[in-house]
């Protein structure tokens, strides 16, 4: 199965530049990673060489002992076992967060021998950067590696579907006939979310319980990371923090509360065992926005913020909410106050638009789920899990503001009206390109 990433074509870009850098690829563990790298090297370079700083601890070695790019890929090649070539080889180097070394090597491979392709991953490289150790700045590229999109899952759940999608061209009614299959396919997005491993579960071996199992094996690597990687006195608060996500985002208002971790628990002690999880990729911080202006990360309220997912499927295991609610009507999108939906739609969002999604408040009287900056504007959005779209907090803050364009996402049909424009959740990845036809 070949689940067709957009992210590829950075990749492909990447390769061809004339002043390339090493590429690091950050992303939770098992959004698939080493397999894109493989899979592209595969398909666009004569060899691959790959190495794994967790598996191949003695690798270490050759880092700490020179500086020399060329003695060190030399090295490299004896433990491949034959030459590695000069824009031929891709040159994997996986979980570089476990050598420092190699982390600083990066910066000489950049300047003395650049015609090398060099493509490194980490799952916890995000935590790694944190800790203040020598990293290369101005010297490598990131990109990041998010959880499969629900277009991305169609491509092998419904390519005819996804070949409707990908060619509409106007803000109209979607028939019948395409609008009920995709909500159906949303449904099983829902179950299995983003993760490689369980949409291949779900897709291939059309085995729900299945899909429950590589779930809960990823929630569980996971834990191992909190005793493995954190600070002793950290791992328990961690876990507190982990535990407590499903009934944070269960309440109507869904501000992060450290009381909910823990009766008594105080920002002052959970601060860092938080960060860790955002530095992880487990978990998005989004800040409260004091005023809806450009740029909008100049106007966050540090001290207010919610916290989500990084996957609609993890989070629907981590809540232990069974997938026979597929079988329920719209209960999936409606359950603990539509917050699989929220999760799924700022999982969209992260991946179209540059910054991250805020929100807004307007005392005890309104709340706008997110705002997304878009070219000089900001947009607000309202997340409706069904068709119930009255929207009293998304009509304050457009009679406040004024904005051009609204967004609202609900499971009623593509529609512009009044400068609203109502998006069916299965299209919120065009998002960006539906803003565009505005």
């Keep these: 199965m070949e689940i067709k990433r957009r992210v590829l074509q950075g990749l492909i870009d990447w390769k061809i530049k004339k002043d390339r850098k090493p590429l690091v690829l950050q992303g939770a563990r098992q959004v698939g990673k080493t397999w894109l790298l493989k899979y592209f090297g595969n ?21 700490e002992t020179t500086k020399d790019p060329k003695r060190i890929i030399q090295n490299l090649a004896l433990v491949h076992g034959r030459a590695i070539l000069p824009e031929k080889t891709l040159i994997i180097l996986d979980e570089i967060q476990e050598c420092n070394d190699a982390l600083n090597a990066l910066k000489y491979f950049c300047e003395e021998t650049p015609e090398y392709a060099i493509a490194c991953a980490g799952s916890l490289l995000g935590v790694a950067m944190s800790r203040g150790k020598s990293f290369p700045v101005g010297k490598t590229e990131f990109m990041q590696i998010y959880p499969i999109s629900f277009s991305e899952f169609l491509s092998e759940a419904d390519p005819k579907l996804l070949e409707y999608i990908e060619n509409l061209d106007k803000i109209e009614e979607i028939p019948d006939v395409f609008f009920n299959p995709l909500t159906e396919k949303l449904k099983m997005y829902y179950i299995s979310g983003g993760m490689p491993e369980a949409i291949i579960s779900m897709l ?30 950290d791992i328990q608060k961690i876990n507190y923090i982990w535990n407590s996500l499903p ?4 309440r109507e208002n869904k501000k992060f509360l450290y009381q909910t971790v823990k009766s008594g628990a105080r920002a002052r002690d959970y601060e860092d065992a938080l960060q860790w999880l955002v530095n992880a990729g487990l978990a998005y911080r989004v800040f409260l926005s004091e005023k809806p202006s450009l740029p909008i990360s100049a106007y966050d309220d540090l001290s207010a913020f919610k916290i989500y997912l990084p996957d609609v499927g993890l989070l629907r295991r981590l809540a232990l909410l069974d997938p026979i609610a597929i079988l329920e009507g719209n209960r999936l999108f409606t359950e603990f106050k539509g917050a699989l939906t929220e999760n799924f739609i700022l999982e969209s969002l992260v991946n179209q638009f540059e910054g991250f999604p805020r929100y807004w408040k307007s005392g005890n009287t309104a709340e706008v789920d997110f705002l997304v900056q878009h070219e000089n504007a900001i947009i607000p959005i309202e997340v409706k899990s069904d068709e119930n779209v009255k929207s009293r907090s998304l009509n304050i803050y457009r009679q406040k503001y004024n904005p051009e364009i609204s967004v609202r996402y609900s499971l009623r049909n593509l529609q512009m009206k009044d400068g609203l424009i109502n998006i069916p959740l299965f299209l919120a990845d065009y998002t960006s390109k539906l803003l565009r036809k505005y």
């Design 247 to 250: 009934s944070q985002l269960a």
């Design 204 to 233: 291939e071996s059309q085995n729900i319980a299945s899909t429950q199992d590589v779930l809960q094996n990823i929630l569980n690597s996971y834990s191992l990371d909190f005793s493995k990687h954190v600070e002793n006195k």
């Design 43 to 63: 398909n666009y370079f004569d060899d691959i060489a790959y190495f794994n700083f967790d598996r191949q601890g003695e690798l270490k070695q050759f880092f």
